[in-house]
Structure formats: structure tokens, C-alpha cells
């Protein structure tokens, strides 16, 4: 069933919220906003780049993650993204995607034109900073991920990127007790950290043998947090939650 | 200009441990791991673990078998 606009624009309210309070007459206002739903397969692009979007993506089920492909069908992913994120936020003001995003899973999108979310942040410079927020915080994972890819282990690298993604998850309520489905293949996780699938399989085999994670049908549980954290250094600031999980 | 294997055991952390160092002129260019059955669906192909002088690449890559390997590491220092 295509998302109804009020579920859809609620989970927007939701995210905007969690970074800041919302008045009763800005919520009214995205209530307004003029929503389209669609379910995405797995694996399919949103925007490519190059593209021209007159809409951003508000992503309502699924993950997401924006990517760029290079010669000899190499792939980097710059990010992945979970219920509540607009991965293409910066179209809004960027004209030309210089990535593409795409579904990793399943998913259902609410695509919010250009035009009404302009004159929403014109007409209320409270939900403008709130989203201004929004791509500063992106910019700061995007700086530990540079550190990630650049200075870490590839067993830091990872074990970075699953607390990441546990604290993530679980500030959106769909993490809970360490414990995750995480529906990324080891080709993703390569992809994203810059390592072959062989480092990748035998880092998560090494986390799994210490004891550290299980693994099993796509459920990720985090057995040893502490030691996890202590491992890569993990530290929740650069997220920017109001409370970080412990 | 040809390439010259030698067998090796390697201390990769992991299973896979069976591996052939690979010589061109005397001079070390890769080495060569084979996948244990810890990879399932690549097990017994053949892994970069390490390589030089351009036969090497950031994700390291996979080939099917030595032969593959050794045609990808002689191209590299080909310049090709």
C-alpha cells in the first residue's frame, strides 16, 4: 500500500523533532506539504547523478545509501541511511547531483517537490535551521568516515560502522539491546569502507570469533559493547543525538 | 618477461593460509592467497594479499584461478 501522507509526513515530524522542538503552526505546515509515496524494489536508484531533481526523498521503510560509480564498476558509498532521512537533501540547493542514491532494501519514499519545501524554510526559518542542522551533522560522519576509510584497521573500520549504525538505528527507535537487522552485504560494507570482501569477511569473522558480535540470518547482536566501542574508539559526539547509547 | 611461483604458508589471521609468492627476475611482485572454505562462495579462488611496482590495488582483488592472477599482475607491469 502507498504510504498515506499524514504516515508519511509525521515520520518527517519525527526526525525534525528529534533535532528540535516544533511550533504547533510549522508542524501545520509540513502537514501541508504536498507528498507523493512510492515502494522501491532493492537495489534500485532514487536519483542518479548527473540528475536534475525537482523533488527530495524522504525515506519512510528501508535503507538507503548514496553512492558514486567509478571506471572498471568500482563503487563507493558515501553514506547509508535509515527511516527518517532525506539522502538528497542537498538537492534542494544543489542543482546537479554529483552522486547517485540508491535502495539497499525494500523501501518506501515519500518525495517532497523542491518547490513547497522552499517555501516552507522561506516561511519558517526555524524548520531551515533545523535542516541546515541536519546536512552539518552528515558533513561530521562524513569526516569520521574519512578517518574510518583513511587511518583505521580494517577490523576498526568495521567494528566503527557497526556501532555507528547501532546508535543510528537506535535513536530512530528501530535498534534496541545492541541487537539490529542490518541487511547489508559484505560487498556494502566493502564498498563503503574501501575494503575487498575478503578483509571484510575476515574482520567480521575475527569479531564474531572474539566474541565481540553474532551474525546470523541478517540480525546483528552486539554481545560485548564496551569492548566493541573500546576496539575502534567509538565515540557517539559526532552524531549529535540529545542522548547517545550506552 | 615471465613470472615465477613459489609455494608459500601465509599468516594471514584467517584460514586462508595456503599461498605462492610470485617472482618476476628474481624480484618478489605478489603475493597469492588461496580462499579457504571460510569465503563459501569464492573458496579456491585466488586473493592479492599483497602486491608491488603496481601489481596492487587499494580493495584487493579475487581471480579465479592462478593462471587469471598471473595474466592481471604481468599486465600491471606492463603498464597496461
Known amino acids: ?246 | 618477461m615471465s613470472l615465477q611461483l613459489q609455494p608459500v604458508r601465509v599468516k594471514t589471521g584467517s584460514h586462508d593460509t595456503e599461498g605462492q609468492l610470485v617472482f618476476t627476475d628474481g624480484l618478489l611482485v605478489a603475493v597469492l592467497v588461496r580462499l579457504s572454505e571460510d569465503h563459501e562462495g569464492k573458496a579456491g579462488m585466488w586473493f592479492l594479499e599483497a602486491g608491488f611496482d603496481g601489481a596492487e590495488e587499494r580493495t584487493h582483488p579475487t581471480f579465479a584461478d592462478l593462471d587469471a592472477a598471473q595474466e592481471w599482475i604481468q599486465r600491471r607491469l606492463d603498464g597496461c
Open chain 1, 1 to 246: 500500500m502507498v504510504p498515506t501522507p499524514a504516515l508519511s509526513l509525521n515520520m518527517l515530524i519525527r526526525k525534525l523533532e528529534s533535532i528540535s522542538r516544533l511550533s504547533d503552526e510549522e508542524r501545520r505546515a509540513i502537514e501541508r506539504l504536498p507528498i507523493t509515496g512510492r515502494h522501491l524494489a532493492a537495489h534500485q536508484d532514487i536519483v542518479r547523478e548527473k540528475d536534475r531533481p525537482s523533488q527530495c526523498c524522504l525515506l519512510l521503510e528501508g535503507w538507503a545509501c548514496r553512492y558514486q560509480l567509478l571506471s572498471e564498476g568500482k563503487r563507493q558509498i558515501f553514506s547509508f541511511h535509515i527511516p527518517g532521512d532525506i539522502p538528497d537533501l542537498q538537492s534542494l540547493h544543489l542543482k546537479v547531483m554529483d552522486h547517485s542514491v540508491c535502495t539497499v532494501t525494500q523501501a518506501t519514499v515519500a518525495f517532497i517537490p523542491h518547490e513547497a519545501l522552499r517555501e516552507l524554510t522561506a516561511a519558517f526559518p526555524g524548520i531551515a535551521a533545523i535542516l541546515w542542522r541536519d546536512t552539518l551533522v552528515d558533513g561530521a560522519i562524513f569526516r569520521e568516515w574519512m578517518t574510518g576509510i583513511g587511518r583505521r584497521s580494517a577490523l576498526e573500520a568495521v567494528a566503527h560502522l557497526l556501532c555507528e549504525l547501532y546508535v543510528k538505528l537506535e535513536a530512530v527507535g528501530l535498534a534496541r539491546d545492541h541487537a539490529y537487522r542490518l541487511p547489508l552485504t559484505q560487498a556494502d560494507l566493502g564498498d563503503a569502507l574501501g575494503l575487498s570482501n575478503v578483509h571484510v569477511n575476515r574482520t567480521l569473522r575475527d569479531l564474531r570469533d572474539n566474541g565481540l558480535i553474532t551474525l546470523h540470518g541478517g540480525k546483528l547482536q552486539i554481545d560485548r559493547w564496551q569492548e566493541l566501542t573500546g576496539l575502534c574508539d567509538f565515540d557517539a559526539t559526532y552524531l549529535h543525538l540529545d542522548r547517545g547509547a550506552v
